[in-house]
């Protein structure tokens, strides 16, 4: 078990390294900050110069290294190039309203997929299994913006029900979470639903029916842990599918988070910012697969044994 | 088809042949262990002839054909084909010598490639090796399948419309149109009825008759390896217990394992041979091939043992001419 | 006992026969409808110049922002009515097909080839190889999709090329991984040993052998991600990263359109349910394709 845990940690540092490396050098190739810093009609002296100071003429992987070595000892991105403050500081403060707008759609989610799966897998081919392979069909096949832009259209604009952009009260969450719990929900109702399928016809399931268990023990106690199993292992990767869902629900709903963040900066070539939110988003991620598969080696003892 | 001349020198010969298969664990994969499937193994084998190799599933058996055939590398020791050291032969040359070994598998199900129609699986080898000018392959496809007993239109089918003994000839032409000098069969007829074994065989042997191949025939039975081997050699945890004829092995036994496989061998005539009173049924069960037992590898099931069978490896004694037994007993 | 194990089978949850065999009908009718969709979308993606009523890219200022055509103020020159320049949105949605079936289709050919390759590697000779292999599909995975995209299109510049090759480069992982596991399952097969101990070379026992045997799986795969290329481009058109306007592309018409989202909600819903409705019959065909394919799946 332990080897297990080391070597999966160790993994993700590689992966953590190797993403910062991919997203530097893409955005060393992408953006020249000397152009966007000074006015137009610098000099080319000038803009020499002003390479210098800042280091930006060093050969690539010295200023990786450089990088390296400021983010992980001090978390220093250095500044926004549009805000004037540490990149680090400006995600930090964004941060909490993507977190919270994920937190809501999982709970959502969950809320909706757990028992429409156990439901649909208990009662095979009743309308309401039907119903729920056919949203799953749906939403798979949904644009997320399509979908909020649509929410916004019939909820906010015809009905009046609900406001559209910012992020006062928990009546603004509600549209957005909505939106993004669609991107994953067809996932997780279809797992839950497989996975209680697959439990449900096992031997000891009949065992357990056969001593006499009451139904509802049966398949809470019996059934429903086993098959958590695989939505464990899928929650933890979800995380990096909500997050890419956050950057498009936030540019639809105008909510303050990262991901509109992320999608500003880009077009701004603030490239600090950037590889700020990358680093987070990217470590986020692999957290959220790291928990995911210790969870499952902690539930299911048959993975530690690989 | 050119019958191969019976020659007196030999075809192949394995000295002291092992094959380890490490273990590994931890985070950075240190070996922890071995398996030692093929721990010294020595024979020899003529050309025209058939060896049966007989032994219990996981004696290592199916490794030593694989080794043969360089389709596992061995661990160390030595393979003489036709008179060439095999053992570490480069790529290019490993080439030629596949084209003069060939092997049988032992699941029917899954040795053939079931996207390929049989005239494609049986003939691949024609085209990659340049055996036979185009426009005859056709032809020789049909002649190959003719030779095991299967008809022209089944060249245009695919695996699955066969049942699994035809799917066995299927890969006894696909190794015929090699035309080795040697064929390994692994457990050919393990995974098929009683009653096709029969025929799979005896359509072996009418092939050997016809084409002077020499067989190394691998089985778990004695009764499938029983009137067609010229010499049978008997396996144990990964090394020999007995290696005789044919003849020698059943009228004379003389290794306690032998002795038992032989007990087990389904008799047709009831009341025939005396042997049958005198089960020797075997205690215990095969230890694992990771952790052998000292010594002699068979002590811990043999009724014979003898304290010295626990301390040292037994020695080769020669019991007639051309029969070898490894055992302290005869010592 | 026995008749306990009998009212226990007899309780077991099997289906009413007439419910399997609807089931079974539409299951397939799914598929079919699936087909039909992406029929469609061939169809109008091929035969637009024909279809469309107007020229795609024709401005008409004084035309602008007029309804469709069963609303008031609609007429029958512009059946879904008009842009904020004056395009005709009809139009403009047929025009897009072409773009949405270009990129989804070449980008996952793209990415197929890409990720079967590397998949093949992988699993075919294991060891230093597919650890490295597999270690990047790992990174890659990590890595968010969207940062990624929208990263490459800003180094690469937002061409049509460009976004399919963006792409492409973010979702091969996915191939890649099943391509591995598929034919490392396969190299244990005897055929395999077969043609390793008939001396085929290499190249041939991996494109002959093993890849034939893996095709049902990367057909399946490839439509689900022709699909997803689809939403994806979208996406990104939407986001301004992807393609340009004037050029018709549904998602940057729905970019366009949610500017007008109060007043003309027609500019924004029409171009999202062709993006919808497109990608929604070509899960179903991928579903289909896989529930004939997978003997696991067929009996759930």
Redesign the interface.
Known sequence: MR?YI??RL??SI???L??SM??FF??F???DPALVLLPPEAEVTDIAQFKKQMGLDRPVTIQYLDFLHRVVLYGDFGNSFVAKVSALQLVGERLPATVKLAVAALILVNLVAIPVGIIAA????SLMD?LATLAA??G???????FG??L??IFG?WLRWLPISGSDSLAHLILPAITLASWILPVNMRLVR?GM?DV?NQDYI?TA??KGLNERKVLIKHAFKNAAIPLVTVVGMQL?LL??GA??TE??FAWPGL?RL??DS??M?DYPV?QA??VV??FF??IG?LLADVLAALIDPRIRLE | MNMARVQAQELLRVENLKKHFPIR???LGRTVGYVYAVDGVSFGMQAGKTLGLVGESGCGKSTMGRCLLRLHEPTSGRIFFDGQDITRMGHSELIRLRTQMQMIFQDPYSSLNPRLRVSEIVGEALRVHHLVPRRDWANRVEELLKNVGLQADHMARYPHEFSGGQRQRIGIARALAMQPKLIVADEPVSALDVSIQAQVINLLESLKDRFGFSYLIIAHDLSVVEHVSDRIAVMYLGKLVEVASDKQLYLNPKHPYTEALLAAVPVAAPGGRQRRSQRKLLKGDVPSPIQPPSGCRFHTRCPRMMEICTLKEPPTIQVEPGHWVYCFFYG | MSE??EK?ES???S??KG??IF?KI?HLR?GVIGGLVILALLLTAIFCPLLAPHDPYAQNISNRLKPPVWMEKGDWKHLLGTDHLGRDLFSRILYGSRISLVVGISAAILMAIMGVGLGLFAGYYGGQVDSVIS??V??M????????A???V??LGPSLQNIIITLALTSWPVFTRVTRVETMKLREREFILAATSLAYETWRILLHHILPNLLPSILVLGTVEI?RAI?LE??LS????GIQPPIPSW?AM?AE??NY??MQ?WL??FP??A???S??G???LG?ALRDMTDPHLRK?
């Open positions: 080897t080391i070597k160790l993994q590689g992966v953590c190797v993403i991919i997203s893409l955005l190739l992408n953006t208990i009662r095979r081919y039907n069909l749906l798979q096949a949904m644009p997320l913006y399509w832009i649509m916004i259209i604009i497989s399928l449900l009949r029916r056969a990096g997050l890419g950057v498009v540019t639809v991901g992320a999608v880009i077009r070539g950037v939110i990358v988003f990217a991620v692999v697969n | 664990k931890g985070v | 306990l194990v226990i309780e077991e949850v289906a009413p419910s399997l089931r539409w799914l270690f990047f790992n990174c995975m990590g890595f968010p999709f969207i940062l990624l929208m990263s490459l800003a180094v699909a939403i979208s996406l939407f986001l301004g990263l998602g729905l359109g949610r989202m109060l909600w924004a819903a999202g349910s993006i919808f409705l990608a929604l070509i899960n179903l579903d759930s």
